[in-house]
């Protein structure tokens, strides 16, 4: 039996997230997911039952460059000849990037180490038609260099609860952030946050909050105001789904 390890790219738009959750009994809502589709296509390809491991769950609307999940099998098709057929049955929103062995104790969940989310902004005077589904258009000027000496307080062992969607309140709001970036590229400003796990909307309600304070309606010293509160009510709004992308997942 191998433990195969999964690489896959997706654009969310048209997907209830990775896995469906708190539903009424909807078979079309189920069948509309990413892992549904992927198990779906492994199954037919390989004759097996597969269940697959994630790394980690994206909402509905969330993109993907580098997912992972793991699978076992008892396949003898090589890798590369698995992937090829996999991308020839999967739709052309989803596709697997990479495969591999792996040793029997890799989790795709519980190995990972940390994970890189970016979330794009549009900053110009106009949307776009192309990636309407894609980055959020924001159209105010923003003091980027208030945003990121701001973000720089985010850095670091603390407890986001102020940025932790109000359902998730139960959960353990302590996480650990390793790196935050704000980078521009000609229209589009990027927001990218590594941290070992994240509470639920966290990086969209980190971003709503950098654009607040960009734009100039929170002033300076706000984020670490907001941090300490531990109030979700104090920070920033929560942006849309479209602009979030999963880039990595480091081991």
Not at 77 to 93: G, V
Request: proline share 3%; glycine share 6%; charged share 25%.
């Amino acid at each position: 039996m191998h433990n195969l390890k999964l690489e896959i790219e997706y654009d969310g738009s048209r997907y209830y997230g990775w896995q469906e959750q708190n539903t009424k009994n909807s078979s079309y809502r189920s069948a509309r997911t990413i892992q549904c589709v992927l198990e779906k296509v492994l199954k037919k390809v390989l004759q097996e039952d597969i269940k697959l491991i994630v790394a980690g769950r994206t909402d509905s609307g969330v993109h993907a460059l580098s997912q992972v999940a793991n699978f076992k099998s008892s396949t003898k098709i090589p890798l590369q000849k698995l992937r090829w057929a996999l991308n020839c049955l999967l739709p052309e929103d989803i596709k697997v990037t990479g495969i591999r062995r792996v040793g029997p104790d890799f989790n795709s969940r519980f190995s990972a180490k940390s994970k890189v989310y970016r979330y794009t902004i549009l900053n110009r005077n106009y949307s776009s038609a192309l990636l309407a589904q894609r980055v959020y258009f924001f159209h105010h000027p923003l003091d980027l260099r208030l945003m990121r000496r701001e973000a720089k307080i985010l850095s670091g062992r603390h407890n986001f609860k102020a940025f932790q969607a109000t359902e998730e309140r139960f959960r353990n709001p302590v996480k650990t952030v390793k790196s935050i970036k704000i980078s521009k590229e000609k229209d589009f400003l990027h927001i990218d946050i590594e941290a070992d796990s994240f509470v639920y909307n966290m990086v969209r309600n980190i971003a709503g909050t950098l654009l607040e304070i960009g734009r100039g309606r929170f002033t300076k010293g706000s984020m670490l105001r907001i941090l300490k509160s531990g109030n979700r009510r104090l920070a920033g709004p929560t942006l849309p789904a479209k602009g979030l992308c999963l880039v990595k997942v480091k081991y």
